[in-house]
C-alpha cells in the first residue's frame, strides 16, 4: 500500500530530515514508526500526506505516485487518508457528534447513513453519552478519540496518527491503542507515529525504528494477505502522466449550480479542480484547511453545501 524508496528529505541545506529510507507497508499491515524527537518520524508523515515532497527517493501509495500529485489532485488523494495531527483536534465551535456528521455531510451521505456512521463511530470509541458536548468539555483523551473517530468517517484505506497518545496516561493511552486495533481488524491498514517506546512495549505489530533520519531497524513485518481480490477503480484520479497533464492544461469550467457564488470562492474552487458540488462533497476536513478559505468563504461554501443537499 505504501512504499518509499530510498527517501530522503532536506529542508535545507544542511538539514536532512531523512537519508535514504526505504520499506513497504502492506495493506491491512498495523505498522509503528518510532524514533526519538527530531528523529523524521513527521517528516515521513508530511511526505505521505503530500504536505512536503522529497527532495529525492519515491513513494507510492498503492499505485500513486505520491510527490507528483499536483495540487488540483491532492483532495481526491487525501480522501484517501484517515490522518489525526499531533495538534490539531477537533472543530471547537461543533460538537463531538457535529464534528464527526460533519466529515460525512460533505461526502454527500443520506441522513440516515449520516446518523448510523456517527452513533457507530461514538460506540466505536466509547463516546456516546458525550455526544452533544463541545470539545473543551472533554478531556484529553477523549478529544483524542472524538479525532480517532472524526478521522474514520470516510473510511479510511489508511489511517495515520501522529503521537496519538502524546500527553495522555498509561490507561488514556491504551485505550486509544485497543481502538487502533480494533480497527486494524476491522480492515483498516494503520501506522502510529510516537516518540514513546512505551507503547511498543510487548507489542507483537511492525515497529519502523527511524534515528537520525535513518531507518535504524524495521522488526515484525508479516505478510499479510492482501484483502481486496480486485482494485477499486480510482475514478476521480487520473493514472498516467498524459492523463494528469490533461487535468492541469483543462481551463476549468465551473458547474452553473456555483453561479451564484462569490468571484473568490469560485477562484478557489477552481484552483483545486472543483468543478461539480459532486466533487465539493467528497473532499475532505483536510482539503478545506488546504484550500486557505477565509472565514467568510467556508460560511458560503457551507452554506452552498447544506442548500445543495436540502434540494436533492
Ligand atoms: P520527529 O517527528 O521525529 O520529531 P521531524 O520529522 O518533525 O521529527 O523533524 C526531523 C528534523 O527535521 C528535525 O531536525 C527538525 O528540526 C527538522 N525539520 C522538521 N520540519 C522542518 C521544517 N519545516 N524546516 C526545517 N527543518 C525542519
Known sequence: MVTFDTVTKKYKEDITALQDVSFQIEEGEFCFVVGPSGAGKSTIMRLLIREEVPTSGSIFFKDIEVPKLTRRLLPAYRQKLGVVFQDIKLLQTKTLEENIAFALEILDKSHKEIKDTTDYLLDLVDLRERRTQFPNELSGGEQQRGAIARALANKPDLFIADEPTGNLDSENAKQILDILNTINRNGTTVMVISHDFNLINNSK???????????????????????????????????????????EKKDIKLSEEFDDLSKSVKEKLKKFAIKTPQTLLNITEGDLKNMDLKSKERGELENFVRAYLKKQ
Do not use: A, C, Q, Y
Open 205 to 247: 505489530n511492525r515497529i519502523i525504528n527511524i534515528i537520525n533520519g535513518k531507518l535504524n531497524s524495521d522488526t515484525g513485518k508479516k505478510e499479510t494477505k492482501k484483502i481486496l481480490d480486485e482494485e477499486k477503480k480510482e475514478e476521480d484520479m487520473p493514472k498516467s502522466k498524459e492523463e494528469r497533464k490533461e487535468v
